[in-house]
């Protein structure tokens, strides 16, 4: 059983930065594969950036150049930080974790809200 936490959501303005982490339990999480999805409203949940056990790195088209993700291993945490944010990033954030064998869990979720 792994339990993801998500934090970091909020209220930012046109142009901010946020960064969200998710903090993992259990042993297993060095071995995951991990990733951020959103879902914004009325629209369906759509992955945002992932990151391998390997540290291999993929994202979304939209938000190439302004994301990134990244992993620490000792912390159990991965962490998405965004900058440049715009009104079309507003969604609720979630955490996801993938291993082969074990399947996938997923975090609450954490609400992202870009607006003046």
């Known amino acids: 059983q792994v339990q993801l936490v998500e934090s970091g959501g909020g209220l930012v303005q046109p142009g901010g930065s946020l960064r969200l982490s998710c903090a993992a339990s259990?042993?297993?999480?060095?071995?995951?594969?991990m990733g951020w999805y959103r879902r914004a409203p009325g629209k369906q949940r759509e992955l945002v950036a992932g990151i391998t056990s390997g540290g291999s790195t993929n994202y979304a088209d939209s938000v190439k150049g302004r994301f990134t993700i990244s992993r620490d291993n000792a912390k159990n945490t991965v962490y998405l930080q965004m900058n440049s944010l715009k009104p079309e990033d507003t969604a609720v954030y979630f955490c996801?974790?993938?291993?082969?064998?074990?399947?996938?869990?997923w975090g609450q979720g954490t609400q992202v809200t870009v607006s003046s």
């Open positions: 996801k974790s993938y291993l082969l064998g074990q399947g996938a869990y």
């Open positions: 259990g042993t297993i999480f060095r071995r995951s594969d």
